[in-house]
């Protein structure tokens, strides 16, 4: 089956990403499954499930030690409360546009299309956006300045 | 003046957001009086590293740009005055 790096980001990588932020915030920010689900957009049962690593498993990030930077990042500004749902829907962005242009999820894109194992495939690489992640200081020049 | 570098980090291999994110960890970890250096290919941290210095309550010494080797080098410096202290950076 066809999958663009987009599908695959939507339907794998935010969901895991999404599952390391929860995590985080459960584990070390001792927030409650409510207060995660309010600051991820999340139903309660939602966070539930990521906490127990249930949900958001189709990729294994936990192990990617420059991703759980984003993450702990990510988490870090939420339970702070310096970092708001628009902000975290673009690090969320740029960090799964990251694991894409690192090759993290090459493995699964070729599980996924068995004919682009092998093929020499570096799509992920060359035709997405370059990272974002800072955005909010980038769109606002007087703050660069400051 | 010349201010020797306490602290290196070399994040020359690291993709945007990476630089940014280790050298704000470092500068949370940073002493007030003490410097750090931090080297990157980063084309994009020359914007995000003088703001996240910035809103650490750092000062941006210096910043180097090698045009033969695509990399910049910064020195950034914790200044010793109340509030300074690591916790400011949070």
Not at chain 1, 55 to 61: K, M, S, T
């Given at each position: 089956m066809q999958e663009t790096p987009q599908e695959l980001a939507a339907r794998a990588i935010l969901p895991a990403l999404r599952g390391l932020v929860a995590r985080e915030l459960v584990?070390?920010?001792?927030?409650?499954h409510q207060k995660v689900a309010d600051l991820l957009g999340l139903s309660r049962p939602a966070v539930t499930l990521y906490a127990r690593g249930?949900?958001?498993?189709?990729?294994?990030?936990?192990?990617r030690a420059d991703v759980l930077m984003m993450v702990q990042d990510m988490a870090g500004g939420l339970a702070r409360g310096d970092l708001d749902a628009r902000g975290l829907m673009g690090k969320l962005d740029a960090a799964a546009t990251y694991v894409l242009r690192k090759g993290y999820a090459c493995e699964l894109h070729g599980q996924i299309d068995?004919?682009?194992?092998?093929?020499?495939?570096d799509l992920c690489m060359t035709a997405t956006l370059p990272c974002n992640y800072f955005h909010p200081w980038r769109s606002d020049p007087h703050e660069v300045a400051r | 003046m010349t201010h020797a570098p306490e602290v290196v980090l070399d994040c020359r291999e690291d993709a945007c957001p990476i630089p940014v994110l280790r050298t704000k960890e470092a500068l949370q970890k940073l002493p007030p009086g003490r410097t750090l250096e931090v080297m990157t290919k980063d084309p994009m941290a020359t914007v995000d590293i003088p703001a996240v210095v910035h809103k650490a309550g750092a000062t941006l010494v210096s910043m180097k740009e090698d045009p033969d080797t695509e990399t910049a080098t910064f020195l950034i410096r914790r200044d010793v005055s109340p509030g300074s202290g690591p916790q400011a950076s949070r």
């Open positions: 584990r070390d920010h001792k927030l409650t249930q949900r958001g498993r189709a990729i294994e990030l936990r192990r068995p004919e682009l194992r092998g093929s020499g495939c | -």
